[in-house]
């Protein structure tokens, strides 16, 4: 785990206040091609001059938004079209750009509903293929995750708007994927670098059936097409190997690798203190955590979409030591109506928050059950709502009271597993879906929270789950650097001082580091973390040239 070394002075000590928007339209207006140039390019080089480039079938990435001309590709699209849609022109090639160019079109009609964009911009769009002289088009669709719930929907609309063009005849849509990667970009233990989301599931207090949404929500989520392991957290109290019954029930050890092998259920990676010959764990606090730590970080997980951790009860040392050597995507609240449920399910709310962890949905478990026509609320209502409604997490999903749902989690059979067509199975379904999206939206939004705009020469900042967007001059981020190579940790005294730091400074990358701060790597070396609350204290730029593409 990285940990961040802070200046113990709450002020920033550099500013920078002076911001020259005509250095930056100029350099501007020297970088990219206006409509006119554009045109003028293309006849002094000649329709003849393209004919003998060779037209490459390749994956077509989402343009940045600042790419207004990129390489002779979109000089094509300058030449009048026929009405059968080819350029004027009688190189091949011009016609073959045309026709992907109306492809892209067609299928940018598409939108994520998740990130309200369409699938091009997205870089869904891979391997186009075109066959204009037979009609045929080729291409695959490479979604965020496997288990996305409107994948066919996609596969449909893409087919329906390509084969309209009028010379398709033709059309071969492919659906894949996109490899497991981790949001946190910072050095991660080998066994968790392969792992897209890690979704916790908590609840704070005991018998609430935290363990009962955990179990159901991973074999859902392989249920949906995704690559799922479970982790249980809980080495005092292991629940795993009661609620699910694999062939093998003992972890085994790689002596090569020195790593723990899962074990596996119905294609659920497992691994659990209960799946160690040991039962139940008789230890101090500090050994718990070092035992959680080697289980999770040790174990091969391999390529996963999703990892969920049934996290243990309450908010100690165990809670937060999980919190932070994991990098947590999100987590899934569990609760029961009673108030005294409540009471400590909002000091977990307030942990994950603490920590920069989204609360994604409140699961009400054992909510009311339904006799002689009527329903009945045994233990009062309105916990899980008055989660919603005081925290803001968006999604509330109710589970009632159902002697199956018991009685699965004894036989070692999850119910969704037991009775897939059920209605406990079509909320856990629910909550499946709700999982998927949020974590899509969630890893979107951390990838385009911190950019740089080579354009106008500004870091644009937009932090998650806020709808302020600002900008920052690149040396002013770098002088506010507060690691203990910028600020001495013991005095305060600034290391940095404001003349070693150049004004036309710039970033040589920009990385998430999960949900709560960003790696930038300047060009002397130098990696500096940057959290959000960080950036949001420093002088920003006003009055930025904002340039939109002609």
Known sequence: MLSLHT?????????????????????????????????SLWASFGHSSFSSITAKAASVEALPDNNFITGYHSLFFWGKRKRNGSIKANASTVSLHTAESDVLKALSQIIDPDFGTDIVSCGFVKDLLVNEAVGEVSFRLELTTPACPIKDMFEQKANEVVAALPWVRKVNVT?????????????????????????AVSSCKGGVGKSTVAVNLAFTLAGMGARVGLFDADVYGPSLPTM??????????????????????????????????QGRAIMRGPMVSGVINQLLTTTEWGELDYLVVDMPPGTGDIQLTLCQVVPLTAAVIVT????LAFIDVAKGVRMFSKLKVPCIAVVENMCHFDADGKR??????????????????????????????SASGDSGVPEVVADPQGEIASTFQDLGVCVVQQCAKIR??????????????????????????FYL????????????????????????????????IEPEEIRPMGNYAVSITWPDGFSQIAPYDQLQEMERLVDVPQLTPA
């Not at 029961?336 to 108030?339: A, G, L, N, R």
């Open 7 to 39: 200046s113990s002075s709450p002020t920033l000590p550099f500013h920078h206040s002076t911001f020259q928007p005509k250095a930056c339209v100029h350099a501007v207006s020297s970088s990219f091609l206006s409509h006119r140039n554009v045109k």
């Open 175 to 199: 659906m894949s994927a996109q490899p497991a990667k981790p949001m946190f970009a910072g050095a991660l233990p080998m066994g968790l670098q392969t792992i897209s989301n890690i979704i």
């Open 244 to 277: 699910v019954s694999p062939e093998n029930r003992l972890l085994e050890m790689n002596p090569e690798k020195n790593t723990i092998i899962p074990t596996d259920y119905l294609g659920v990676k497992l691994v659990s203190f209960g799946f160690a010959g």
């Open 336 to 339: 029961t109506p009673q108030k």
């Open 376 to 405: 009945y609320y045994p233990f009062g209502r309105g916990s899980g709502s008055q989660v919603v409604q005081q925290f803001g997490i968006p999604h509330l999903f109710d589970l009632p009271i159902r002697p199956s749902l």
């Open 444 to 469: 979107q939004q951390v990838s385009t929270a911190v950019t740089y705009d080579r354009t106008i020469k500004v870091i644009k900042v937009k932090v998650p789950a806020s709808d302020e967007e």
């Open 473 to 504: 001059h690149p040396a002013t981020v770098r002088r506010n650097d507060q690691s203990a190579q910028s600020v001495d940790e013991w005095t305060g005294e600034q290391k940095l001082q404001y003349t070693d730091i150049p004004e036309d």
